[in-house]
């Protein structure tokens, strides 16, 4: 789930009470502001257990990332985002289309553009 709109209008209030209808339906759903998720996962990288850290997010029925606008985007956190993104998509298809190719800088910073940037209007 992606939601657009101006500052302010309610996007994080919207997503924190979808969450908790989800916890109160004893599903489970984490909430992470898209700084504190990239810092996350990239001291992960860093220790050599970012698939740890992706397979222990599986456990959630929705993971919320608010603001990621705000995460600079540059190769180190594009990197952790499109192997956030790849992981769940290869695991919701059931097939791995990005294996055996090197993950670039660029490729990275290009699939996570197309991710996460919103509509230009």
Known sequence: MLLFGA??????HLA??????????????RFFSGTTLVQ??????????????L?????????VIDD??????????T????ALVMHHYVDE???RPYAGRCWSPRTSRSA???????PVQ
């Open 79 to 82: 990197v952790v985002l499109f």
């Open 7 to 12: 500052s302010g209008v309610g996007k994080t």
């Open 40 to 53: 996350e996962l990239q001291r992960a990288k860093a220790g050599y257990a970012l698939a740890k850290a």
């Open 93 to 95: 298809v059931g097939q």
């Open 55 to 63: 397979t222990t997010l599986d456990r959630y029925a929705l993971l």
């Open 112 to 118: 996570s553009g197309r991710t996460y940037s919103p």
């Open 16 to 29: 924190a009470g979808i969450c908790r209808s989800l916890i109160a339906l004893d599903r489970s759903a």
């Open 68 to 77: 990621i606008g705000y995460v600079r985007k540059d190769e180190a956190e």
